[in-house]
């Protein structure tokens, strides 16, 4: 275990490092600087701005200075939000993407693995193609079509939920986020379930337990289940990690004051630490989470060894 452990952080600290070259040098080949996008400056006050933040040094010494601090825990102070660091800026935005992301997986792959599991206990009959209907309709549909929907009929026709706005995290203003951030990984968990359950039904130990008599709940639950949310676990990783840093477009189209919001918003105004304090952090869950969705995958498949 911990030969495995070990080789998989050497795997992930060079990944780490070329993803923080590579978006530090996009940001930078980007038109513009965070300093010409409102008011003009005059040259001579330009000038004094960005020797304050080091941007009149060559760009590889900015880039030294920039790994050096980020090896320190440093990323830098932000720079359009005015005394904030970009650890400031995290601080204060990640709870709500962290909420509303648990909640959506949660209920995500409550409701998809059910889903997946009635399918494939149902194979070729009504409920099996009711739910995969469902499912490519959650596919095909994105999250910026749902949203204004729900938000048209739940907010404004009938009045039952905020359009908007988060509120100190009230349940009623969590409501269609999180739908609507569930909705597409309902369908993709459900049919990765579906998949697994019915080719785990056909092998031959599924067929032993049933000619020895199990109730079918107990083969399903305590034999066939743990071997058919494999493929899951292996997507569960990045799908986490996304949700967890927030949905860009729901976080905006909801008007939610979290990491995804912010990631645009400091997008757009060429703030390049902000920007890059959410792709390291991003890049970090990834890594930790697929580590963890293997970790669980031996847990579950005595087959499987990670050493």
Same mark, same amino acid.
């Given at each position: 275990? $911990?030969?495995?452990? #070990?080789?998989?952080?050497?795997?992930?600290?060079? +990944? #780490?490092?070329?993803?923080? +070259?590579? &978006?530090?040098?996009?940001?930078?080949?980007?038109?513009?600087?965070?300093?010409?996008?409102?008011?003009?400056?005059?040259?001579?006050?330009?000038?004094?701005?960005?020797?304050?933040?080091?941007?009149?040094?060559?760009?590889?010494?900015?880039?030294?200075?920039?790994?050096?601090?980020?090896?320190?825990?440093?990323?830098?102070?932000?720079?359009?939000?005015?005394?904030?660091?970009?650890?400031?800026?995290?601080? /204060?935005?990640?709870?709500?993407?962290?909420? @509303?992301?648990? !909640?959506?997986?949660? $209920?995500?792959?409550?409701?998809?693995?059910? #889903?997946? @599991?009635?399918? &494939?206990?149902?194979?070729?009959?009504?409920?099996?193609?009711?739910?995969?209907?469902?499912?490519?309709?959650?596919?095909?549909?994105? +999250?910026?079509? !749902?949203?204004?929907?729900?938000?048209?009929?739940?907010?404004?026709?009938?009045?039952?939920?905020?359009?908007?706005?988060?509120?100190?995290?009230?349940?009623?203003?969590? =409501?269609?986020?999180?739908?609507?951030?569930?909705?597409?990984?309902?369908?993709?968990?459900?049919?990765? !379930?579906?998949?697994?359950?019915?080719?785990?039904?056909?092998?031959?130990?599924?067929? !032993?337990?049933?000619?020895?008599?199990?109730? /079918?709940?107990?083969?399903?639950?305590?034999?066939?289940?743990?071997?058919?949310?494999?493929?899951?676990?292996?997507?569960?990783?990045?799908?986490?990690?996304?949700?967890?840093?927030?949905?860009?477009?729901?976080?905006? @189209?909801?008007?939610?004051?979290?990491?995804?919001?912010?990631?645009?918003?400091?997008?757009?105004?060429?703030?390049? +630490?902000? =920007?890059?304090?959410?792709?390291?952090?991003?890049?970090?869950?990834?890594?930790?989470?697929?580590?963890?969705?293997?970790?669980?995958?031996?847990?579950?498949?005595?087959?499987?060894?990670?050493?």
């Amino acid at each position: 275990m $911990l030969r495995f452990l #070990l080789r998989r952080l050497m795997v992930a600290i060079p +990944t #780490l490092f070329v993803v923080i +070259t590579v &978006a530090f040098f996009m940001m930078r080949a980007a038109p513009g600087n965070p300093f010409d996008l409102d008011r003009k400056l005059p040259p001579e006050i330009e000038a004094n701005v960005k020797k304050k933040f080091h941007m009149d040094e060559p760009l590889v010494v900015q880039y030294g200075r920039y790994l050096a601090g980020i090896s320190h825990g440093d990323f830098g102070p932000s720079l359009k939000y005015r005394d904030k660091t970009v650890l400031d800026v995290l601080k /204060e935005n990640y709870s709500v993407s962290l909420r @509303i992301g648990l !909640t959506s997986i949660a $209920l995500a792959s409550l409701v998809g693995v059910s #889903l997946g @599991i009635l399918a &494939a206990l149902r194979q070729n009959g009504a409920v099996d193609y009711g739910v995969m209907a469902i499912a490519i309709l959650g596919v095909c549909i994105s +999250t910026f079509v !749902t949203a204004p929907l729900l938000q048209l009929e739940f907010g404004t026709r009938l009045g039952w939920l905020p359009i908007a706005g988060w509120d100190n995290g009230a349940l009623k203003n969590m =409501v269609l986020p999180v739908i609507v951030l569930s909705l597409p990984q309902i369908a993709i968990i459900s049919r990765l !379930t579906r998949a697994g359950m019915i080719e785990v039904l056909h092998s031959n130990y599924v067929r !032993t337990a049933r000619a020895k008599g199990l109730p /079918e709940h107990r083969i399903v639950t305590r034999h066939a289940l743990r071997a058919a949310i494999l493929p899951l676990v292996s997507y569960l990783g990045p799908a986490c990690a996304g949700l967890l840093t927030g949905s860009l477009v729901v976080e905006k @189209i909801f008007g939610l004051p979290g990491l995804g919001k912010f990631f645009v918003i400091s997008a757009l105004q060429r703030d390049y +630490t902000v =920007v890059m304090g959410m792709v390291i952090i991003y890049a970090a869950l990834i890594l930790a989470l697929n580590l963890a969705a293997d970790l669980l995958y031996a847990a579950l498949d005595p087959r499987v060894r990670v050493s």
